[in-house]
């Protein structure tokens, strides 16, 4: 079974500039998260949907946004990047029904804003 | 939101040795894991305890809990070089939400 793929792997942005960043979760997976990580701040929470629905936000200003489709596909963009947004972007999918769900993690996207 | 610390932010030690690393977190849990990141690449499930339990092994890992303390210990047993590696561990909240917790402890095993 394939896991969670993120695209793309790698981008370079300047500022100014918005980007949008997929993840498609494993199959049959309907949660899918979002976290930032850099170096100081370590994995920091953006956001989480489930069936098409926003459940949970972490403290990210409103230039942060996402989306997930029928498919469980996610999407989310940053609008008018600043040089702080340079961090990798994880995207996370789990089951959903039962507690202790393992999260599993795609490879991430490396964001660099110039 | 996300909450505690995970003790020491850094770890060196020698192959063989044994490596503890020490995770708090401040809401009821359902669960906690702990997970593995290797350098720039995404996060691996290493292993979960749920709140009912105090002790789980697998292989060179074991991991306590204590809920009183709101704390969790992972123990690498005789470590080795690739275990080197940033760990992580994440409480799942009795609302069912799953948190990462700060920056993690970055374990560098020396061959």
């Known amino acids: 079974k394939a896991g969670v793929t993120q695209t793309p792997r790698y981008l370079i942005k300047t500022r100014g500039q918005q980007v949008t960043l997929s993840c498609s979760p494993i199959s049959g997976h309907r949660s899918v998260s979002w976290y930032q990580q850099t170096p100081g701040q370590g994995l920091q929470f953006l956001f989480e949907y489930f069936s098409e629905t926003q459940r949970n936000k972490g403290n990210f200003p409103g230039r942060f946004s996402g989306r997930q489709f029928s498919n469980s596909r996610s999407e989310m963009n940053v609008s008018t990047l600043e040089l702080g947004d340079s961090a990798l972007y994880l995207c996370?999918?789990?089951?959903?029904?039962?507690?202790?769900?393992?999260?599993?993690f795609g490879e991430g996207s490396w964001l660099t804003v110039v | 939101s996300q909450q505690g610390e995970e003790d020491p932010q850094a770890l060196s030690i020698q192959e063989g040795e044994n490596a503890t690393m020490n995770c708090s977190y401040k809401?009821?849990?359902?669960?906690l894991q702990w997970y593995r990141q290797n350098s720039g690449r995404g996060l691996v499930h290493l292993i979960l305890?749920?709140?009912?339990?105090r002790e789980k092994h697998s292989g060179r890992l074991r991991v306590t809990l204590d809920t009183s303390k709101k704390s969790s210990s992972l123990l690498i047993t005789a470590s080795r070089a690739a275990d080197t590696a940033s760990y992580f561990c994440?409480?799942?909240?009795?609302?069912?939400?799953?948190?990462?917790f700060g920056a993690g402890t970055r374990l560098f095993v020396k061959a």
């Open positions: 994440a409480a799942e909240n009795t609302g069912g939400f799953k948190t990462i």
């Open positions: 996370a999918s789990s089951m959903e029904g039962e507690s202790g769900n393992t999260i599993y």
């Open positions: 809401t009821s849990i359902n669960n």
């Open positions: 305890i749920r709140s009912n339990e």
